[in-house]
């Protein structure tokens, strides 16, 4: 009689595990794809259009995965600082220089696509703030150097698109195209290609 309960309980409490590690495998399997791809810090670097002049673009990403939305779409939120620079000089003859450098604070929303373990395609939407500056100098022919600068605090907004390589368990590499309408002072709307390195935590 004893022998009959210690195989029922035996056969009872492995009803129940058994399900539970098959969830546990199947999480870890999960957050081993490329769907999946757990917290990452992001290097990019590139550079951003606007108005016919090209500047340096500088970006540092952090990632946080949120969920699954379907079997093929994982959601996760992108915490973004950018610093962009555009610098003007006609020549030596004109003697004027002028730059514009663009701070960046941009939150988004990242969709990935798949579930392979080495591609990883994924398309931005954020909304951020900028500080801008621009400052002007030139000197005149009697050797007169004139100053101005101006800044502004302002809205913009971030559309990307990109495809990241896993080249590793833990390095990705990819490359980014981002649509970024600024406000304020600034009114432009800029394109910017960015190569990255990610690196999972």
Known sequence: MHARRLSFALALAAAVAVPGLASAQARRSTGSTGGSPG?????LIGFEDGRGDT????????????QALTPQVQLSFVGSLGYSRWTYNPGFFADLNSTL??????????????HSAVLRPYADAGVGIHYARFSVKQRDVFGNVYTASDSDLSMHLRFAGGILFQVSPAVGLGAEIDLIPYFGSVDDTTFSL???AVFRL
């Open 194 to 196: 960015l190569f990255a």
């Open 101 to 114: 450098g663009i701070f960046k604070v941009t939150p988004a929303a990242r969709f990935s696509f798949g």
């Open 39 to 43: 917290t990452q810090l992001g290097v």
């Open 55 to 66: 500047g340096l673009a500088l970006r540092l990403d952090g990632e946080l995965p949120f």
